[in-house]
């Protein structure tokens, strides 16, 4: 086995560890209504996540200069504009104003800071979004797709169908990245420290969340 590929399993488990336990953003004991509520909110927010989520892609590609990542990006940036267009539908469809939310200032201070991370190397970057990010994003859809399952039917089946396995793969690129990239003690200390930057950051923007559902949606 070659060492990035000891590397790379060694910090997804180390990723996963520092999750366990700290997405607060929806309550698996609230009542039902509560819940739904809670729901609505992550799809809210999903609409702002893949709109930023396309301006940071768009923004890194030129910054990424070895050919084997740049290629998979811009699939990436078509995925996530679809996931705009799939949450925006659905919202519409339970009654919602897509366009109603509001982002926390720590959650845009989190996009606008992976946008300008642009000329960070790309070890750093696919690290930070790819590997880290979209990692955590696929454990906090599935836990999504599990509570909604019952409480509203179709948009777990959207998120579980349509949106997913896009996540899968993008978590996919970050690994490619790594395995890529990843071959030195240099770059896997500069990896590992943009995963616990990242993980920390998120964080950070999820307890600014928790406090506002606490205050009621």
Known sequence: MRAS????????RE???FWAGRDGRLDPQAPPETLRSQIRYRMRQG?????RSVELIAAWIPWVPEREIRDLLPRQLEDEQRHYQLLRRRLREVGEDPDA??????WQALF????ACRQRPTVEKLAL????GEAQSCEGFETLIRLARDL????SELYRTQILPDEYRHAAI???????LADTPEQQRRAREACREMNLKVFDAYQAHRSRADRGL
């Open 5 to 12: 590929e000891e590397f790379v399993r060694e910090l997804a």
């Open 15 to 17: 990723n996963k560890t």
């Open 47 to 51: 609409v702002y996540n893949e709109l």
């Open 101 to 106: 939310y509001e982002p926390l200032p720590e």
């Open 112 to 115: 606008d800071w992976l946008v």
């Open 129 to 132: 979004f790819q590997f880290a």
């Open 152 to 155: 509203d039917p179709e948009t």
């Open 174 to 180: 970050g690994r490619q990245a790594l395995l890529l």
